[in-house]
């Protein structure tokens, strides 16, 4: 479910920076996703830390960015994204209700960086 989950908003972000007419749409859009997930990653990480009494310092903060952002950059540049997203154009082509699922994903970024500053403050004031 998650495969299918994070299929479609690679599908999404792709067709979204595609119809822009951006150079590479599809490395830009795993890059969104994996930054997405990154952004999703460090706040599980900082909560972690706080609930085993670690003290917030910037650079525990900074690894973590330099780790999730590592991830993200291997996973985006290594990927065949192009073969995917052919794919999944063809399995989403006639799809439904595209605009509830378009704000769906967007709003998957938008609280994955809510949780990640979330965390934050929850974890520099702990």
Do not use: H
Not at 29 to 37: E, H, N, P, Q, Y
Not at 41 to 58: M, Q, R, S, V, W
Not at 98 to 122: E, N
């Amino acid at each position: 479910m998650m495969k299918t989950f994070f299929n479609y908003c690679f599908y999404r972000y792709a067709k979204f920076y595609k119809e822009w007419g951006q150079n590479g749409p599809y490395v830009v859009a795993f890059g969104l996703l994996f930054l997405t997930i990154a952004l999703y990653l460090g706040a599980i990480i900082n909560i972690l830390l706080y609930l085993l009494g670690i003290e917030y310092t910037d650079a525990i903060n900074i690894g973590i960015v330099v780790f999730c952002f590592g991830l993200d950059f291997v996973f985006s540049i290594l990927l065949d994204s192009e073969g995917r997203y052919k794919k999944l154009e063809k399995k989403y082509k006639n799809e439904d209700n595209v605009k509830l699922k378009g704000w769906g994903v967007g709003l998957f970024i938008v609280f994955g960086f809510v949780c990640y500053i979330t965390s934050l403050i929850v974890f520099k004031t702990a």
